[in-house]
T-cell receptor
Framework: ETGVTQTPRHLVMGMTNKKSLKCEQHLGHNAMYWYKQSAKKPLELMFVYNFKEQTENNSVPSRFSPECPNSSHLFLHLHTLQPEDSALYLC?????????????FGSGTQLSVL | DAKTTQPNSMESNEEEPVHLPCNHSTISGTDYIHWYRQLPSQGPEYVIHGLTSNVNNRMASLAIAEDRKSSTLILHRATLRDAAVYYCILSVRNAGNMLTFGGGTRLMVKP
């Protein structure tokens, strides 16, 4: 148990559906991250929030919409996804955005887009 | 950005030490070296990090070459639970906490 909880663990959705991934951390951290891990590809950083403000958006398509209502919660809203978006979506947190802060990851949401 | 090079896979026997190499020949003087590992069906977890001196913690040791162009993660006694993908990553100064994961080394531990 890392202190970062992601729900749901598995999600199957059609291309016209709208769904949301949820991440919650109980570590008192101020920075939260979304990563994408596709099969046979390295982890890709998608978004970073520091003190609820988005600090990084790595050219992610607009069909992925992050939301960070407070430092403990992070959402990833999904709409009109493509089959190639099927992947493991990982949430992480760290004390803050400074370099060399340890990242704590959740177990991820395995997403399948049909 | 400085890149790292790791073997795709390695094998080890249980109870024996494991040395996982990482090359980072273009490392700059202020880049830290981080190691994370990812167990099956889990997110990555932090293992260790360092700058110049060798580092030890309860999980592993990190040996950094004098010229810093390579490093080695040392697991002193491999267990079956250590079977995972191990990532060697460089952090870039003044780039925030952005770690770029590569392909890593898949460590297999034989009983």
């Amino acid at each position: 148990e890392t202190g970062v909880t992601q729900t749901p663990r598995h999600l199957v959705m059609g291309m016209t559906n709208k769904k949301s991934l949820k991440c919650e951390q109980h570590l008192g951290h101020n920075a939260m991250y979304w990563y994408k891990q596709s099969a046979k590809k390295p982890l890709e950083l998608m978004f970073v929030y520091n003190f609820k403000e988005q600090t990084e958006n790595n050219s992610v398509p607009s069909r992925f919409s992050p939301e960070c209502p407070n430092s403990s919660h992070l959402f990833l809203h999904l709409h009109t996804l493509q089959p190639e978006d099927s992947a493991l979506y990982l949430c992480a947190s760290s004390q803050d955005w400074r370099e060399n802060e340890k990242l704590f990851f959740g177990s991820g949401t395995q997403l399948s887009v049909l | 950005d400085a890149k790292t090079t790791q073997p795709n896979s390695m094998e080890s026997n249980e109870e024996e030490p494991v040395h996982l190499p990482c090359n980072h020949s273009t490392i700059s003087g202020t880049d830290y070296i981080h190691w994370y590992r990812q167990l099956p069906s889990q997110g990555p977890e932090y293992v260790i990090h360092g700058l110049t001196s060798n580092v030890n913690n309860r999980m592993a040791s990190l040996a950094i070459a004098e010229d810093r162009k390579s490093s080695t993660l040392i697991l002193h006694r491999a267990t079956l639970r250590d079977a995972a993908v191990y990532y060697c990553i460089l952090s870039v100064r003044n780039a925030g906490n952005m770690l770029t994961f590569g392909g890593g080394t898949r460590l297999m531990v034989k009983p």
